[in-house]
């Protein structure tokens, strides 16, 4: 089965600061990229996605950059704020294959 | 639309009873999975239906049946609930790429 590792396990950044979140994943046949944020009491929640023919996504604050020869992508927050403060998960995927990475709580400081 | 809806919130249960965890979803999509969070652990995957009609095993299959009632409901059952089976249980489901994920089901097993 896929093998997920996802660095660092927690990670504390003062608010404005950048945060980055990296994933390696086993499976040469994962072909769909996507990273979900988990708030304290509720279900997972996608934020970004990409897919395997693309090498960089952004969308605001957020940017997913993939390096499918390498097996490895990463999750960018800048500007980082309170609200950011959540466990995120990298989550490569095939088709109904899906496997979570064991989760980096980020804890934004004020 | 209220999305994925997941009941009980809470159960708690004596080793050996059994219990039936229901999901709906109201927006029409095919694919439903069902998964356990354990504390610091990503989500693992323990069945899936990609279809109206047919189930598959996921990560953690052992000890638990599903059914997939219709095209909206997908239940889990623990037939007899053992201590490890306490967790989180997570209900999503998918169009194509986007998991949608209900607020879970606090499963404790005494």
């Known amino acids: 089965g896929e093998n997920v590792e996802q660095h660092p396990s927690t990670l504390s950044v003062q608010e404005g600061d950048s945060a980055v979140i990296k994933c390696t994943y086993s499976?040469?046949?994962?072909?769909?990229f996507p990273w979900y944020k988990q708030e304290l009491g509720k279900g997972p929640q996608l934020i970004i996605d990409?897919?395997?023919?693309?090498g960089e996504k952004k969308d605001q604050r957020i940017a997913v950059t993939l390096n499918k020869t390498a097996k490895h992508f990463s999750l960018h927050i800048t500007e980082t704020q309170p609200e950011d403060s959540a466990v995120y998960f990298c989550?490569?995927?095939?088709?109904?294959?899906?496997?979570f990475g064991a989760g980096t709580t980020v804890t934004v400081r004020a | 639309n209220a999305g994925v809806t997941q009941t009980p919130k809470f159960q708690v249960l004596k080793t050996g009873q059994s219990m039936t965890l229901q999901c709906a979803q109201d927006?029409?999509?095919?694919?439903m999975y069902w998964y356990r969070q354990d504390p610091g652990m990503g989500l693992r995957l323990i069945y899936y239906s990609a279809s109206e009609g047919t189930t598959d095993k996921g990560e953690v299959p052992n000890g638990y049946n599903v059914s997939r009632l219709n095209k909206r409901e997908f239940s889990l059952r623990l037939e007899s609930a053992a201590p490890s089976q306490t967790s989180v249980y997570f209900c999503?489901?998918?169009?194509?790429?986007?998991?949608?994920f209900g607020p879970g089901t606090r499963l404790t097993v005494l």
């Open positions: 499976d040469s046949a994962s072909n769909y």
């Open positions: 927006m029409n999509h095919n694919s």
């Open positions: 990409i897919r395997s023919n693309v």
């Open positions: 989550v490569p995927a095939n088709d109904y294959k899906l496997s």
């Open positions: 999503a489901s998918k169009p194509y790429d986007e998991q949608f």
